[in-house]
């Protein structure tokens, strides 16, 4: 039986410890269940781009996740389920779009493009094409970073569940000192998010200098 990796990091404090000083290291089960995964989708010729905090991680800000989030096409999912599921790889329940790795335990979450972020209710933002809206980094494809934002900002806009997503954009305009006029890049919808954003990361910074 497949142990869920999140019950471990709660089980084992130091194992936890362990882990996230490795996830930095790009050691951690996370990383090794990412580049399993991406190797093998590459094998079967399944597109993908990379999402969530993992994406976020190979942009900049690296802070610790325990799933994998990867991006793929309604027709990719159908391959996944019927070449991955029960091939080293689990639902997390039955009928679930989500696997586990069965041999790190760590979640590997599928989002299919076209479907929308947040609420899943209709919006401007959708789960865009891999080939639209993918770089690559380490032989690993993941979603570039006007993408991203704009993911996270329209997730965290219409879902009060995912209010981490725009903590999640204000750390890349304070590490990567994103410009004000990154909003160009963005869908209309959410530029106005992003700008009172930004405007709140520079008056953190104007306090801490002062």
Do not use: C
Request: glycine letters at 8%; aromatic letters at 8%.
């Amino acid at each position: 039986m497949t142990i869920a990796y999140e019950r471990l990091l709660d089980r084992q404090l130091q194992w936890a410890l362990q882990e996230g000083s490795m996830h930095f290291e790009e050691r951690s089960a996370v990383h090794l269940t990412l580049r399993k995964i991406s190797q093998r989708l590459a094998e079967l010729k399944i597109p993908y781009a990379v999402a969530g905090g993992v994406a976020l991680f190979f942009h900049g800000v690296r802070r610790f996740t325990e799933d994998v989030d990867i991006l793929v096409t309604p027709e990719g999912l159908q391959q996944v389920r019927r070449h991955l599921e029960g091939l080293g790889y689990v639902p997390v329940f039955s009928g679930s779009r989500a696997l586990r790795d069965a041999e790190s335990g760590v979640r590997i979450e599928f989002l299919v493009t076209g479907e929308f972020p947040g609420d899943g209710k209709p919006k401007p933002v959708a789960f865009p094409e891999r080939d639209q809206a993918s770089t690559e980094q380490q032989g690993i494809r993941l979603l570039n970073l006007a993408n991203l934002v704009e993911l996270k900002l329209a997730s965290g806009m219409t879902s009060p569940g995912r209010l981490r997503d725009l903590a999640d954009v204000q750390e890349l305009i304070r590490v990567l000192r994103l410009p004000a006029d990154f909003w160009q890049q963005l869908q209309p919808f959410v530029k106005d998010k992003y700008a009172e954003l930004w405007a709140s990361v520079q008056d953190g910074l104007r306090e801490v200098a002062d």
